[in-house]
Nanobody, 122 residues
Framework: VQLQASGGGLVQAGGSLRLSCAPSGRTFSSNGMGWFRQAPGKEREFVAAINWITGTYYSDSVKGRFTISRDNAKNTMYLQMNSLKPEDTAVYFC?????????????????WGQGTQVTVSS
């Protein structure tokens, strides 16, 4: 099972991008999905997550600028990123979770995408 992340690119500060994440191959069950990012020389960090029952969650650094959503018909998750800042530059990974545990922790996710590069120029 793989997740395909797409939509990254180069954008100027203040611009917008929309990332997409969809499974490839066989389908699988999940109860939530999330986005994480990793900048050069830094640890992977939580960005946003969506739980089918409890709703959406965001890191403080992106709250109010990013919106996570899911299209059930297309089985695709999105991350709309507005008002981008140079510090948002990173490789963005999508992940899916079928068990329990905090959505904020990468350890609780079962499947991961390959990552998509987001670069924000000043």
């Amino acid at each position: 099972v793989q997740l395909q992340a797409s939509g990254g690119g180069l954008v100027q500060a203040g611009g917008s991008l929309r990332l997409s994440c969809a499974p490839s191959g066989r389908t699988f069950s999940s109860n939530g999905m999330g986005w994480f990012r990793q900048a050069p020389g830094k640890e992977r960090e939580f960005v946003a997550a969506i739980n089918w029952i409890t709703g959406t969650y965001y890191s403080d650094s992106v709250k109010g600028r990013f919106t996570i959503s899911r299209d059930n018909a297309k089985n695709t998750m999105y991350l709309q990123m507005n008002s981008l800042k140079p510090e948002d530059t990173a490789v963005y990974f999508c992940a899916s979770r079928s068990g329990s545990g905090s959505l904020y922790s990468s350890r609780n996710y079962n499947y991961w995408g390959q990552g998509t590069q987001v670069t924000v120029s000043s």
